[in-house]
């Protein structure tokens, strides 16, 4: 599979207008991707568990211009009202498209867009919104090609939304997701993200993530800024090659459900990604106080208890806490009794592994 299988042969009839919604769920990773190389190629492969409550919802209404156009037309509303400053992103992203969607410029589009999660949380949006705003697009060009396979549609709306926001490619499907070419991994590559290939062990089935909201501030790095910054980084082949050890190491693990061994990987992957950013120049921190008192918390827990509670992190202050289904009543009085009180405002999110996007019927 190239770019250039992404490319549509001629289309049926335009239709004149018409709306399509989707739902699509954040991810978080597990093997982080951090770095870049042209056209959002990654520099490393990674996985994560598809989430559940942190979605986007979009609709897309769509009506045929008049004329022959090479312009982009769009309305973009957010949570109910219109947000020019989400425009250019989406242009962008347009730009990025075009194309494999043609006929993007024959239509005025209007987007409307909101997310489950409190606004500023945060929580990365890119991930679920450009991912919804792929699937909607996608499911306009079913329309003018009824014969595409349900593969070839899922992996072209995982492909175009690797191009609004690498990630976010991620987030198609469930419940565990690998993206980039990984030489030992069937299937992978670094065009669009697959399901995780392998046998899992059903301890990770259920997996909860409550997300700790320890900063809700706007992020101090973008994630643009931040991939770049491993052009040139001292260590960014050593971590580089780290993602796929990792990665290997977690096919055995994943299959015998070795929480012991999870834990080592997913907490060194969230700290390897942190120390990136400390480590690069200009340098960042991005954890806060509160989020070292969480995870020396959560060690100390862990220890206690006997537990597999453990916790990773995404570019911010926030922690992502996971543990199974088996000891999620021990966990939560945990995260509530002790945890919660680090959170800003006392806040948190109740997430956990889920399936993936779904279509919305539209009245
Ligand atoms: O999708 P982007 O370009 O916003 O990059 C996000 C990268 C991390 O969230 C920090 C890690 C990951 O793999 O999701």
């Known amino acids: 599979m190239t770019e250039k299988d992404f490319i ?94 043609p006929f993007l410029t024959q239509y005025h589009l209007i987007i409307e867009t909101s997310n489950s999660f ?44 690797r191009l609004g926001s690498g990630s976010a490619c991620r987030s198609i499907e469930g ?57 040139g980084h001292p260590f960014a082949e050593q971590r580089f090659s780290q993602a796929h050890k990792n990665l290997e190491n977690l096919k055995v693990i994943f299959k015998e459900g070795n929480l012991k061994e999870f834990i080592k990987i997913v907490e060194s992957e969230a700290l390897t990604l942190h120390a990136m950013m400390m480590t690069s120049q200009p340098y960042f921190i991005l ?20 537990t597999n509670v453990c916790f990773t992190l995404d570019a911010g202050a926030n922690v992502h806490v996971l543990y199974p289904e088996v000891e999620k009543a021990e966990v939560f009085q945990f995260i509530q009794d002790e945890l919660v009180a680090y959170c800003q405002n006392q806040q948190y999110i109740c997430d956990r592994i889920g399936f993936g996007a779904k279509k919305l019927s539209v009245k």
């Open 287 to 306: 954890m806060k106080p509160n989020t070292l008192e969480i995870i020396n918390k959560i060690w100390d827990f862990r220890e206690k208890s006997k």
């Open 8 to 101: 549509p042969s001629k289309y049926q009839e335009l239709k004149e207008q018409g709306q399509v919604s989707y739902t699509s769920p954040s991810n978080i990773a597990l093997v982080k991707y951090w770095g870049k190389k042209e056209n959002q190629i990654p520099a490393n492969p990674s996985i994560s568990f598809t989430l559940e409550a942190c979605a986007t919802t979009t609709s897309l209404k769509y009506k045929k211009r008049a004329g022959d156009n090479s312009d982009f037309s769009f309305d973009l509303l957010f949570q109910g009202e219109p947000k020019p400053s989400f425009k250019p992103k989406i242009e962008q992203f347009f730009k990025r498209v075009i194309s494999y969607l």
């Open 175 to 231: 419940d565990l997701v690998q993206w980039g070419k990984h030489k030992n991994i069937e299937g992978s590559t670094d065009l669009y993200g697959i399901k995780y290939p392998y046998e899992v062990h059903p301890i990770f089935k259920n997996y909860h993530d409550t997300i700790l909201l320890v900063d809700k501030g706007e992020k101090q790095v973008s994630s643009t800024v931040g991939h770049d910054l491993m052009h």
């Open 118 to 161: 409190p606004h500023s949380s945060g929580i990365a949006s890119s991930a679920s919104g450009m991912s919804a705003l792929a699937l909607c697009l996608m499911e306009l060009e079913k329309e003018f090609v009824p014969t595409m396979t349900s593969e070839l549609f899922v992996q072209k709306a995982s492909f175009l939304s």
